[in-house]
């Protein structure tokens, strides 16, 4: 959410009471910590939509929308709350403190003050399972949600690296920090679940996201191997309906699965290229990079064949892209 507010906004921000903002913001934010809910921002120009113009929020199930105005009102209150932390160290109390870095990440997702501070009450708390697993939730919620800074907010996303690591088992200095959590649930269940629930959906609300798609590489390098096994085809069905996204491409390409399993999901990819004509570049660089043999290399040289003449212009330059990067292998297999 950006910082940035026009004349009227600022002068709309000089009415009501601050602090009450910061109260019921800050409230509704904490509901968050308890299951995963989608937030939007309502708009200043949407302000007379609100039943009442003294309303904070409204709520539909698990769906969350914030007058702006409200959230930088409670912004102003939160500020001045981490400032007095850090002066007078323990003139704010913790629930204050986690009240008002809620508000700050809501305000501001590049806040690393807020966020640091967040990780600091969970070492504090000796690495409590419920208050990491209520903080993961929380920022889930902000990630997953429809906020386009958020969504690809490198310190969101180191955040959530550090409460994952928390949850499994990780080490620090030789010093085993916390007991994995969810024994009882297979590995491949805990990782999929947090791939379709939260990067998946972070990834389709902000394509090409780099940082989710990062993200989700480092969570592969902490999972166990049958843990990573579950992640190819659920993978591959996301590129499959965002063939666009060439992050989504590039991560599948990454995954670490036998070659027969690979060569299984290029094969079927290939069919349905042949079936529905996929001719955008992020598709193509995935064949390119995941071709090998003579006989689908000759398949897909004759694919393109067929696709350029149909093709828009934008798409038949892709296509003679990747018949450069298909001949030298080509030949090279010859």
């Known amino acids: 959410m950006s910082r940035a507010l026009d004349a009227k906004t600022k002068a709309a921000i000089q009415n009501g009471d601050h602090t009450e903002a910061f109260r019921e913001i800050s409230g509704v934010l904490a509901r968050c910590h ?25 709520q ?5 929308i914030l007058p702006k105005l409200r959230v930088v009102q409670a912004f102003m209150v939160a500020r001045k709350l981490l400032l007095r932390h850090r002066e007078e160290n323990g003139s704010v109390s913790e629930e204050d403190l986690a009240a008002a870095t809620r508000v700050l990440l809501m305000m501001d997702a590049e806040h690393l003050t ?4 967040r990780k ?27 906020l386009h800074r958020h969504n690809k907010s490198p310190t969101l996303w180191n955040h959530r690296l550090w409460l994952m ?10 010093k085993l920090l916390i007991k994995r959590e969810y024994d009882h649930i297979p590995d491949e269940e805990f990782l999929e679940r947090h791939f379709k629930t939260v990067i998946f959906v972070s990834g389709e609300r902000h394509p090409k996201n780099y940082y989710a798609w990062a993200h989700a590489r ?27 996204d060439i992050s989504g491409w590039t991560f599948l390409v990454s995954l670490p699965a036998s070659n027969d399993e690979q060569k299984a999901v290029l094969a079927e990819t290939m069919k349905y290229a042949r079936m529905f004509r996929y001719d955008n570049e992020s598709v193509w660089w995935y064949f390119a990079a995941m071709a090998s043999s003579p006989e689908e290399l000759a398949e897909l040289l004759t694919l393109r064949e067929k696709l350029r003449p149909e093709a828009e212009e934008r798409d038949r ?17 010859d």
């Open 34 to 58: 308890d299951g995963l809910y989608d937030i939007e921002l309502l708009g200043p120009e949407f302000m007379m939509m609100l039943p009442d113009p003294n309303c904070f929020f409204l």
């Open 60 to 64: 539909d199930g698990n769906t969350l």
């Open 114 to 117: 807020a966020a640091n501070t």
């Open 120 to 146: 600091r009450q969970i070492v504090g708390s000796g690495y409590d399972l419920a208050l990491i697993r209520r903080e993961l939730s929380f920022v889930d919620s902000l990630l997953k949600s429809d």
């Open 165 to 174: 690591a928390q949850r499994l088992n990780r080490y620090d200095e030789g």
């Open 218 to 244: 480092q969570l592969v390098l902490m999972a166990s191997d049958t843990g990573k096994s579950a992640l190819l085809p659920i993978t591959r069905d996301w590129c499959w309906s965002h063939r666009g």
């Open 317 to 333: 330059i892709h296509l003679d892209r990747a018949l450069k990067w298909l001949q030298p292998s080509s030949t090279q297999a």
